[in-house]
């Protein structure tokens, strides 16, 4: 879709030639007249909450239940990451106010420079590029790296099948979707087959029953204390009235229990693991238990460092809420999910984050650690979580990256060439089905933040995170299939 260069100077051939496309794809698109910006339905600010995508983070505006929505979530919680850098405890403090903390951090760890390889050129999207493997070939590659510790483990999350392709985030309040048909056009047209929508959205997710995209449905934060405190009966409604009566279930691979919780909304963190209980026996009564599975996506802020990855480690701030969550993610066999943003953790502390590792690029120092490589922040922020993890002795469970992006706009580092940089360096990985150092035959399932822009968030960048004009053009070059 690389059509509409609206104000490019075109040759008049050219011009004309897009225009046929552009009618082409209007006869196509089922909704044909809402091609145009954004005629924006605007979503309805039900009591949703937050649904965090956007990385950005400031997020906690403390949005707590309250409808307003906003990227509360995620962009917050991503934003703390920085700090992990260092290996500083002290980052924790950060509760609120999300980005505040900045960790000292300091990059060292990092030895000395390295051709890396393996992670491809992430820029230039041609197929094959840097690592050489063509990413087309999805699967195969992560056998690569012979070295596997160990990776068996559960793959719970159904990784395996899904294992090849990248999903994309998006329905957050304060977003202007364009309408349902024309957004399944959209990921049908790009071969998307994940989506993560941050709240139910009937219209949506009617719109997507039938075209076998997997889903993954968000339940509002302000819906938790509800669900923890109601009965079965409680959340067996919940289920039908809010998802079931919309979607078939079959479509349905997650549901992402409220967003970086821990985080921002202290007040309901204790409901979050029953609520999740029982959700899990409502499913069991319908017998989709094992198809649709429960976790709670994470800010990165739940690890107090991740630097080096092999002393990744929980904060000591949530390990109340955190523990009984991991023994529910183990005992109903579903991934744990975080949300990542190298992005924050660059512009946190520029001076000692390279940029270069955050991009994944091949010039950038290699980060040893315990004789592991690291070649991008990404993969040793999910190691570290996976040495949190197994400190509290569950080895079992593996990561699921709900939501990770780079901004295109709005800061210093916010530009097109870098998110292209990232983007691609993370569906490399994905396409290419590698796990990270720790557990290279495990591929992460990662879910892009996201689909389009919103006017959410409090700092200027947290709008700028869409990868797809409202046009249905591409934002971020991106030179692979999704
Ligand atoms: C929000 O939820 C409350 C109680 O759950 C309900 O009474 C109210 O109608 C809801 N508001 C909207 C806009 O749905
Ligand atoms: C919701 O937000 C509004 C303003 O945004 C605030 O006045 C109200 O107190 C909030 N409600 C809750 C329950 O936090
Ligand atoms: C993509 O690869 C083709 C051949 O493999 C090459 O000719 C082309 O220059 C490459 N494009 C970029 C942007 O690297
Ligand atoms: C697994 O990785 C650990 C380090 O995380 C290493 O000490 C151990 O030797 C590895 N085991 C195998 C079988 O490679
Ligand atoms: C792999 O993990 C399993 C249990 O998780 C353990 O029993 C086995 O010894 C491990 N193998 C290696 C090589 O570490
Ligand atoms: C979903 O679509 C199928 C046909 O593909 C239909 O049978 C089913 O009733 C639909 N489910 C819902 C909830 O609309």
Known sequence: MAMMHHNSPLPPFLSLFLLALLLLASILATDAHYKAVCHCYKQPVHNYSGHDDKGGQSGDDTSGDNSSGSDSDSSSSSSSPSSSFASSPSSSSDDNTGTSDHSSSSFTSSPPPSSSSSSSTGTDGNKSSGGGDDTSSSLPSSSSSGSNNNTSQSSSSGGKNNRGHVGVCFGQAGEKLPPPSFIVELLKSHGITKVRLFIPIPSVLNA?????????????????????????????????????????????????????????????????????NNL?????????????????????????????????????????????????????????????????????????????????????????????????????????????????GFSGISVMVTGTGWPTAGNFAAT????????????????????????????????????????????????????????????????VSF
């Open 208 to 276: 997507l029953n039938g075209t076998g995209i997997k889903i993954m449905v968000g339940v509002p934060n302000n819906n938790i204390a509800h669900l923890s405190t109601g009965g079965v009966d409680t959340n067996l409604r919940w289920l039908k009235s809010n998802i079931l009566a919309f979607v078939d279930p079959n479509q349905v691979t997650y549901l992402a229990v409220d967003n970086e919780i821990l985080i921002k909304e202290t007040g309901i963190m204790q409901h979050l693991v029953p609520a999740m």
């Open 280 to 392: 899990y026996k409502a499913l069991q009564s319908l017998g989709l238990q094992t198809t649709i599975k429960l976790s709670s996506p994470c800010g990165s802020q739940i690890l107090s460092t991740v630097m080096p990855p092999s002393a990744g480690a929980f904060s000591s701030n949530y390990l109340e809420v955190i523990r009984p969550l991991l023994k529910f993610l183990s005992d109903t066999e579903a991934s744990i999910m975080v949300n990542l943003y190298p992005f924050l953790n660059f512009i946190q502390d520029p001076k000692n984050v390279p940029l270069n590792f955050c991009l994944f690029k091949e010039n950038a120092k290699k980060v040893l650690d315990n004789g592991m490589s690291y070649f991008g922040m990404f993969d040793v922020m999910v190691d570290a979580l996976l040495v949190a993890i197994e400190k509290e």
């Open 416 to 479: 097109t060439a870098h998110a292209s940089d990232y983007i691609m360096g993370v569906m490399e990985r994905v396409l290419n089905g590698e796990g990270t150092p720790k557990r290279p035959n495990q591929p992460v399932e990662v879910y892009l933040s996201s689909l389009f822009n919103a006017n959410i968030g409090e700092q200027e960048y947290e709008k700028h995170y869409g990868l797809f004009n409202f046009d249905g053009s591409l934002a971020v070059q991106v030179n």
